[in-house]
């Protein structure tokens, strides 16, 4: 059973940035991908962001290549992933969800097995 916490959403007008962060936990977390997901009001949840296990290989939705970058922290701390947020339009409101699946160490899959419990994030215009 894996854990995971969001935080750092927030409000932020049009052009600005911010930072998600997620922390997981696990009583053995090894060997996960992870990755971000968003839902906006009347929509369904869709891919932002992914990241394997080694962070060699990345992948993102066509709506924020070039505006957003995932991470996630050094080899002693592989539990957290980060998503930087730049040039922020109003189309990017939507409650961010943190995701994780039990993959190879190079792989992003299309399918993950737990989540958060969500952070909202909000762009004015």
């Known amino acids: 059973q894996v854990q995971l916490v969001e935080s750092g959403g927030g409000l932020v007008q049009a052009g600005g940035s911010l930072s998600l962060s997620c922390a997981a936990s696990a009583r053995s977390f090894s060997s996960y991908a992870m990755a971000w997901f968003r839902q906006a009001p009347g929509k369904e949840r869709e891919f932002v962001a992914g990241?394997?296990?080694?962070?060699?290989?990345?992948?993102?939705a066509d709506s924020v290549k070039g505006r957003f970058t995932i991470s996630r922290g050094s080899a002693s701390a592989r539990n957290t992933v980060h998503l930087q947020m730049n040039i922020l339009k109003p189309e990017d409101t939507a409650v961010y969800y943190c995701?994780?699946?039990?993959?190879?160490?190079?792989?992003?899959?299309?399918?993950?097995?737990?989540w958060g419990q969500g952070t909202q994030v909000t762009v004015s215009v």
């Open positions: 995701a994780a699946a039990y993959t190879g160490p190079d792989t992003v899959p299309g399918y993950f097995a737990s």
């Open positions: 990241i394997s296990w080694t962070g060699s290989r990345t992948t993102y």
